[in-house]
């Protein structure tokens, strides 16, 4: 949507793949300098992080942020990786203790925090297909099996994630953590959930008697925070969007992001928008276009904007941008606290 509303857009993939921030951080940087020797020096330079990107970009913004004029971070996966990924090995163990079906009592056995062993050929459509015969979440609710109805009910009260999003988790929370421990951090372990009291299903006292318990190696996770963890010390201002029903990236990120930032002294330049979505890939052109009008009008004016601005600034978008139906900004709306949502431990 930015390119048909005027402006240049640059973007690149990142040489490492996986779960590597710093480097896709330097990855970005390239980019900007390749932009500038082709095209020249823009007379601004926003620079934009969606979803995983946007705690990309939050970290290169720590280092570069004198080079660009805004931040801008959609969907973002903003709580670093001490916090982002706590609920999906919590869905890894809670789901092993219902279905104890990944792994298999006939496979190997291996720690759930590990992710997946090295030397697994388990493929995408197998973990589906095993998600499947616990729970039926493919299938409509009325085929789905008392068994199938109670178990997929235990997950998703539990861990509080939608069901369309259920199969997608538990493949991050396999394959993700595997990249994580074996790739990034030479098997060692960032996860636990040693305190952690799980609540929300039938039987929470037997659901806990079950359920695996780890213990994290301290150096793994200062490392792993080392590489993925906001400091929130960014120079530009920042501006933020969010659907607040977002499936994946779950909009209590933003609260703790804004913490990190009152932690580093430098929330006094950052904005939060919120939106009525339930999507977590795109939002809605009218919104992104809202948000980039208004984060450039900040820098241009000195004048920072309010979540309100942005849901004015949206309505008067130009009829191709669909402002009538693509306007769903909430101004009242503040996220409650990561631990409403995830555990702490």
């Known amino acids: 949507v930015f390119t048909r509303a005027g402006y240049a857009w640059a973007g690149s993939t990142f040489r490492m793949g996986g779960v590597s921030v710093r480097t896709a951080a330097a990855d970005t940087e390239r980019l900007r300098g390749i932009f500038i020797d082709k095209f020249g020096q823009p007379k601004r330079v926003i620079l934009h992080g969606q979803s995983w990107g946007a705690s990309v970009a939050a970290r290169a913004a720590e280092t570069t942020s004198s080079l660009y004029d805004g931040v801008l971070l959609t969907s973002g996966v903003l709580g670093g990786g001490s916090k982002s990924y706590d609920f999906r090995l919590d869905l890894r163990v809670v789901y092993q203790a219902v279905c104890a079906n990944h792994p298999r009592a006939d496979e190997a056995q291996y720690p759930l925090w590990m992710g997946l062993p090295t030397a697994s050929q388990l493929t995408r459509a197998e973990l589906s297909q ?3 015969e616990c729970t039926g979440v493919s299938k409509p609710a009325a085929q789905r099996s008392e068994l199938q109805q109670k178990n997929l009910k235990t997950l998703l009260d539990v861990i509080r994630i939608p069901e369309r999003s259920l199969i997608g988790h538990l493949a991050w929370g396999t394959w993700h953590f595997q ?3 074996s790739k990034r951090l030479n098997g060692r ?6 305190t952690v009291r799980y609540s929300g299903s039938a039987g929470d006292v037997a659901l ?3 359920v695996a318990r780890y213990r994290a190696d301290p150096q793994a996770q200062a490392d ?3 590489d993925t963890d906001p400091s929130g010390l960014i120079a530009a201002p920042v501006l933020t969007l969010h659907g607040i029903n977002d499936p994946v990236a779950f909009v209590e ?3 703790a992001f804004r913490d990190t930032m009152v932690r580093a002294g430098t929330a006094g330049h950052l904005v939060q928008g919120f939106t009525d979505d339930n999507e977590h890939s795109y939002l809605s052109d009218a919104q992104y276009l809202a948000a980039i009008e208004a984060l450039l009008k900040w820098i ?3 004048e920072k904007p309010d979540a309100a601005v942005l849901a004015q600034r949206c309505t008067k978008l130009d009829a191709r ?3 009538a139906t693509g306007c769903r900004f909430v101004p009242g709306y503040r996220p409650p606290s990561l631990a409403s949502r995830v555990p702490t431990r």
Do not use: T, Y
């Not at 372990?189 to 040693?194: K, L, V, Y």
């Open 179 to 181: 990249d994580i421990v």
């Open 208 to 210: 806990n008697a079950l």
């Open 130 to 132: 095993r998600v499947n």
């Open 253 to 255: 990120l933003e609260s």
């Open 224 to 226: 792993f925070a080392a």
């Open 189 to 194: 372990n960032p996860f636990g959930n040693e």
């Open 321 to 323: 941008f669909e402002p």
């Open 300 to 302: 241009d004016s000195g």
